[in-house]
């Protein structure tokens, strides 16, 4: 059954398969330096979404006292400037612009002059934010944990590797282990990049992630006739490749410029996020299953393989796609 269930997420995710990934989460953070005065860091995507362009919206009482700067960090683009209000932000409302025709989601970050910190994640069903004056930490973990399942559930990549775990597991109890592992591996070196304590090129990271999943679609394709080591060892393959997946899961929390005071508990709210997404995903799968093989049974003849081509396809062209930009990042 749980093979059988892997073919409903495909059609799942046919929309947005032919990327890994929509657009990295943005960043606007306000800090107040006087009385009615901001300074503005804007960071967003070097890459748009059918041309679009991210811009944030202020409220008409607000205006620039400074030209933007602009510099390049890593996969986005960094733009500074200071402004003006007339009138307190707090009660007011902010907004990007763009959000609802690239699918991609924002931090909103507004630190005020006594050190009180708000923030709150949006995206293109609710593109604004009305800024209260205080936020209690629950709402803060609820934030990092909304990243966190948007995240895995943008990340067609991530959910690709996990499903072709699932088909090369029997059995639930191997199955729980498996995914146990894959979390322990990804949890540790989310940590360490987070922390400061390792750092990677993004570029390399993206291609060995789309290796993983094309390792596995090709024992994948095999793996019933002999019983390949992969599919015997699992969860050694689980954690293994759960380390890496970690590095990108990481690259989520670099992209919003996370600060060092929000760390612990955007790591752990981020994390649970991530689990949560992803127990939902095959939670989803399985349920759909149940329906399926109730109603749809010959679908399942051709399902299995369908699913595991359409995998290595997948893999195979971000493979190429992804070691170009590592070769030309080197």
């Known amino acids: 059954m749980i093979k059988r269930s892997l073919v409903f997420c495909l059609l799942m995710m046919m929309v947005g398969l032919t990327q890994a990934h929509k657009l990295a989460p943005s960043l606007l953070q306000l800090t ?41 960090q890593g996969t986005g683009i960094i733009w500074r400037w200071l402004i003006s209000c007339e009138q307190p932000l707090s009660g007011e409302t902010v907004t990007v612009r763009g959000m609802a025709t690239t699918g991609t989601a ?11 910190t708000i923030q709150k994640l949006i995206n293109a069903r609710t593109p604004q934010m009305i800024i209260p004056e205080q936020q209690a930490t629950g709402q803060v973990m609820a934030e990092y944990i909304a990243l966190g399942a948007e995240h895995i559930w943008l990340g ?28 322990i591996g990804h949890s540790i070196t989310l940590s360490l990049v987070s922390l400061g ?34 599919s015997r060892h699992s969860w050694l393959v689980a954690v293994s490749f759960g380390l890496l997946h970690g590095m990108g899961f990481a690259g989520a929390l670099r992209e919003v410029g996370l600060p060092a005071a929000d760390i612990p508990l955007a790591l752990f709210s981020f994390n649970i996020g991530i689990e949560l997404g992803q127990v939902a995903f095959i939670g989803l799968c399985l349920s759909l299953t149940m329906l399926f093989v109730r109603y749809a049974q010959p679908v399942f003849a051709i399902g299995r393989w369908l699913l ?6 997948l893999a195979g062209f971000w493979c190429i796609e992804r070691g170009l930009s590592a070769l030309t990042a080197v």
């Open 32 to 72: 107040e330096m006087t009385s009615g005065q901001f300074e503005v860091v804007w960071k967003s995507p070097k890459l748009s979404s059918a041309g679009q362009k991210l811009e944030p919206v202020f409220p008409n009482h607000c205006r620039a006292n400074s030209e933007p700067t602009m510099e390049k």
């Open 106 to 116: 924002t931090l909103v970050k507004v630190v005020w002059q006594n050190g009180n």
């Open 156 to 183: 067609v990549d991530h959910l690709l590797f996990v499903l072709a775990l699932v088909m090369l597991v029997p059995g639930t109890r191997k199955l729980v282990w498996t995914i146990t592992a894959f979390t």
């Open 197 to 230: 304590y390792m750092n990677f090129p993004v570029s390399l990271v993206e291609f060995a992630i789309a290796l993983s999943i094309l390792v596995l679609a090709i024992e994948l394709a095999s793996a019933e006739q002999s019983g390949h080591w992969i």
């Open 308 to 313: 595991v081509y359409t995998i290595g396809s």
